[in-house]
């Protein structure tokens, strides 16, 4: 089946650093990509649909200065949260669709705590 | 507005059967997917219906009334490690831009 890998599993990091979070397709080509941020026992919520070679779409509430997304090819989507705080610590997960609606298919997952 | 219901916990007994039941209330349609998720991790694809019926993969099934704004998600011989949450998702639009429920925390005991 495909495979979505995600780049670190875990970070921890000092408050107003910035984390890069990689999402990579590994044998498809992923027209769709979206981020998720999960906060303990909380569903997904939706912060981005990331389409490649086009800007994000972010969703209502979620700062796209803060949290910069870039799809620059089919196989890779990165995050990147800047100027991270304590309260951006969760658990951020990506998914990547070839463009059917039943294949969306999630990343492992990456931990972010913000010391 | 947008809405997904499902309950928050359910418990059963390995080698039973355990239907989660999800309730939705939004302004598109093109969907529904059920997600497992173990703890820690992230979700698993278990299955998307579009259209009214039951679909069978196994052990598990997905049903779905669009007229009702209902699925439900049917477990048979449970094993321990089904426990897990159990995420039930629309797919609103074409673009794949889900609304999620909260989840279903499913306990199996022995």
């Known amino acids: 089946g495909a495979v979505v890998s995600q780049h670190p599993s875990r970070v921890i990091c000092k408050s107003g650093t910035s984390v890069k979070i990689e999402c990579r397709s590994l044998d498809f080509q992923a027209t769709t990509m979206f981020w998720y941020r999960q906060f303990p026992k909380q569903s997904l919520m939706l912060m981005a649909t990331?389409?490649?070679?086009?800007?994000?779409?972010?969703e209502q509430g979620v700062e796209k200065d803060k949290f910069l997304i870039n799809h620059a090819s089919l196989t890779l989507s990165t995050l990147t949260v800047t100027s991270a705080h304590p309260e951006d610590s969760s658990f951020y997960i990506c998914?990547?669709?070839?463009?059917?609606?039943?294949?969306?298919?999630f990343g492992p997952g990456t931990r972010l705590t913000v010391l | 507005g947008q809405n997904i219901d499902q309950p928050t916990e359910m418990t059963a007994t390995e080698g039973a059967i355990v239907q989660i039941n999800c309730t939705y209330q939004t302004s598109g349609f093109n969907g529904l997917f059920w997600y497992q998720q173990h703890a820690g991790e992230a979700p698993t694809f278990l299955s998307y219906?579009?259209l009214d019926g039951l679909e069978e993969k196994g052990r598990f099934s997905s049903f779905l009334s669009r007229s009702k704004g209902y699925s439900y998600l049917l477990l048979k011989e449970l094993q321990m490690k089904d426990s897990a949450s159990y995420l039930c998702a629309v797919n609103r639009e074409s673009n794949y831009q889900l609304i999620w429920g909260a989840g279903t925390k499913l306990i199996i005991k022995p």
């Open positions: 998914s990547a669709s070839p463009g059917s609606p039943d294949t969306q298919y």
């Open positions: 219906n579009v």
């Open positions: 990331s389409n490649e070679g086009s800007k994000a779409t972010y």
